[in-house]
DNA sequence: CATGTCAACGAGACAG
DNA sequence: CTGTCTCGTTGACATG
């Protein structure tokens, strides 16, 4: 599940540079990318309360959208949180965000995203699980309609005693069974089924 | 270049 | 109203 390279000793980030952009910010709606510039130092900012700096670049463009990468060491502190606890409270959130050197809003953020996640891999469970149940009882369709291809020509032919001879007819549920099985014990569910019958007198 | 991954966003729903 | 959630989407990167 290590999505991230295994050279643990190179704990290094994808940083982008200020400023460098290789296409057009494509500005979607109204709050798209509102944050980014401070957001791709992967730091958090000097002061908390100055949130609203200024965003503008030199000649004042809009800013690039550039992506994070959390480090292996922010990644694994946030799984293991995320293992004790799927959702965070404004305390815990605070919290780890202090003690990962990323904003709240990063934290909160990425709870969303691996909530996504993990509801993606159990639906896909889910889905494989299904499949294989679909074809298991497939299989059973198949193999109860062979049976009853084969009682029926049982049924239709003459009344020989070869192999039908150890079935038996069940006179209530109108059920064959073998005689291993006895039709009593057949007849159980039906009666379970429909129990207001019981007096038949 | 097509495709996958993932941080980040906005919209809408909901609880307190 | 505020805070948080899910859902769908966007955009920057990584990779084959």
């Not at 643990?8 to 990318?33: A, M, Q, R």
């Not at 002061?47 to 700096?53: A, P």
């Not at 959130?93 to 904003?103: G, T």
């Not at 079935?167 to 569910?189: D, F, G, I, K």
Request: proline share 8%; glycine share 4%.
């Amino acid at each position: 599940m290590a999505i991230l390279p295994e050279n643990s000793s190179n704990l290094d980030l994808t940083i982008s540079v200020p400023g460098f952009s290789s296409s057009p910010p494509s500005d979607e709606g109204s709050g798209g990318g509102r944050e980014q510039l401070k957001l791709d130092m992967n730091r958090l900012p000097s002061s908390e309360d100055g949130e609203d700096e200024e965003l503008s670049h030199d000649d004042g463009s809009a800013p690039p959208r550039k992506k994070l990468r959390l480090t292996r060491e922010q990644s694994r502190l946030l799984e293991d949180s995320f293992r004790q606890n799927h959702t965070l409270n404004p305390k815990q959130k605070e919290a780890l965000a202090q003690h990962l050197m990323l904003r709240p809003r990063q934290i909160e953020v990425w709870f969303q995203n691996r909530r996504a996640r993990s509801k993606l891999k159990q639906t896909e469970m889910e889905c494989e699980y299904l499949k294989r149940w679909f074809g298991s009882l497939t299989e059973q369709n198949h193999r109860l309609h062979r049976e009853v291809e084969e009682l029926r020509a049982m049924k239709v032919g003459p009344p020989t005693v070869n192999s039908a001879s150890s079935l038996t007819m069940c006179p209530r549920c109108e059920r064959v069974t073998t005689a291993a099985t006895p039709p009593n014990s057949m007849a159980v569910p039906a009666r379970k089924t429909f129990p207001p019958q019981e007096r038949e007198d």
